[in-house]
């Protein structure tokens, strides 16, 4: 098996730990490639493929692997597409908490390592992509959550207090979970400007047209989310789920939630609905993966679709 591997040295983990992983894999004779700049990934594309890696290794947060997907898709230089495989080398690795490979990443690119020597047969996980298209013309995006109302407001909170602190990884995910949390559950929906309504309307699978004021909204195709949290049941589809407003005692969706049940079991004041494609109409920001979407002004149409699943590799 050819390997190769892409490594962010500005991802939170690696940002704090060095160069540990590139130096294992120049050990083992893999060669490398790092992702600086937002276009290092494309550039690195034609070189990669030139190399025809069976596993392409990414070491980074969710940005990192969205950047790598993006490029491979766009690139087109690969006769075959490389399998992919995660380590937790970011921020934020919800991506990799999904279908990547468990534990620190030095730890976990040795145990990869010992894996293929021994010819110890790895667990194939596919997984689609949500593919965004904006109205205004501009280049597909490619991620895995795609979430706005409260949450990208939320999210610059956790980058300027949690993350500029140094909680990042697992232990940064779960204090930043605990602390949205709490500001739904304890903060006074009237006055919290975090909480206010923003109106969102959605079609999915060209369904009839819906719209109502949430607080926050997020899509995903990954089966595990922050903690575990269950989205569906496995399967390729796009699971959206909104928050009313306003909503009146979620503590036992909260519950629900954290004992991993399903969006679907999380009562009235959710709105979930699984499909293949989605078209959503909002206002505001939108984050995709840990980084703002760049939307117009004013009201705004995204459409979200599916993209080809990816190959990633587990051991």
Not at 68 to 75: E, N
Not at 177 to 203: C, K, S, Y
Not at 237 to 254: D, E, K, T, W
Request: aromatic residues 6%; proline residues 8%.
């Amino acid at each position: 098996m050819k390997l190769a591997l892409i490594h962010n040295p500005q991802g939170g983990y690696n940002r704090r730990h060095g160069p540990v992983v590139p130096a294992l894999a120049r050990q083992a004779g893999i060669p490398c490639w790092e992702l600086i700049r937002p276009g290092d990934a494309a550039a690195a594309m034609p070189a990669i493929a030139q190399s025809r890696p069976d596993l392409l290794i990414v070491n980074g947060g969710d940005s990192t692997v969205d950047s790598v997907i993006a490029s491979l898709r766009q690139a087109a230089n690969f006769e075959t597409e490389p399998m992919l495989a995660l380590l937790p080398g970011g921020t934020t690795n919800m991506i990799a908490r999904d279908v990547g490979l468990d534990g620190p990443p030095e730890r976990a690119l040795r145990r990869l390592l010992s894996a293929i020597a021994a010819g110890t047969p790895g667990m194939r996980v596919d997984r689609a992509p949500l593919m965004v298209r904006r109205a205004d013309g501009s280049a597909d995006l490619h991620g895995f959550f795609l979430g706005g109302g409260a949450l990208p407001c939320m999210l610059r909170k956790v980058q300027q207090g949690l993350h500029a602190r140094g909680f990042v990884g697992r232990g940064g995910e779960t204090m930043a979970l605990l602390q949205a949390t709490g500001r739904m559950l304890f903060g006074d929906i009237r006055r919290d400007p975090l909480l206010a309504p923003r109106l969102l309307g959605w079609t999915a699978d060209r369904a009839a047209k819906e719209s109502e004021p949430v607080v926050l909204y997020f899509v995903t195709t990954l089966d595990r989310l922050v903690l575990g949290i269950n989205s569906s049941r496995p399967a390729p589809s796009l699971r959206f789920l909104a928050l009313r407003h306003p909503y009146r005692n979620i503590m036992g969706s909260v519950a629900s939630l954290l004992r991993r049940k399903p969006f679907a079991a999380l009562g009235r004041n959710f709105v979930f609905r699984e499909s293949r494609s989605l078209t959503l109409n909002l206002e505001g920001e939108a984050v995709l993966d840990g980084e703002m979407v760049p939307l117009a002004s004013g009201p705004v149409t995204l459409g979200l679709e599916l993209a080809k699943p990816f190959t990633f590799w587990r051991i």
